[in-house]
């Protein structure tokens, strides 16, 4: 019953911004931590930025300056402002989250269907 969806991926040029959206739905009880991954074409999926639910945060070394993620709480939704954007920057992009969802014992990291995001002149 529990999913995130992802929005605002895209085609930007070298230098442009984008920001992602996830929003979670259903039955939650209660988020912990939220955050975004990306995985390119080859690589292994890496963590990109994460915040937890009293809004510490935490940046790959290759964004930092550059995005920063952020989250409302009433509103279950973290974002990914992305500034300064690269070509190696280009990737889908997965949010996920730590839910506690209506009927569960634990919390569970569930993840977005992702949304890609290119950089390219």
């Known amino acids: 019953q529990v999913q995130l969806v992802e929005s605002g991926g895209g085609l930007v040029q070298p230098g442009g911004s984008l920001r992602l959206s996830c929003a979670a739905s259903?039955?939650?009880?209660?988020?912990?931590?939220m955050g975004w991954y990306r995985q390119a074409p080859g690589k292994q999926r890496e963590l990109v930025a994460g915040?937890?639910?009293?809004?510490?945060?935490k940046y790959a070394d290759s964004v930092k300056g550059r995005f920063t993620i952020s989250r409302d709480n009433a509103k279950n939704t973290v974002y990914l402002q992305m500034n300064s954007l690269k070509p190696e920057d280009t990737a889908v992009y997965y949010c996920?989250?730590?839910?506690?969802?209506?009927?569960?014992?634990?919390?569970?990291?569930?993840w977005g269907q992702g949304t890609q995001v290119t950089v390219s002149s």
């Open positions: 996920d989250a730590d839910i506690l969802r209506v009927g569960a014992l634990v919390f569970l990291q569930y």
């Open positions: 259903g039955s939650i009880v209660s988020i912990n931590s």
């Open positions: 915040i937890t639910s009293g809004g510490r945060t």
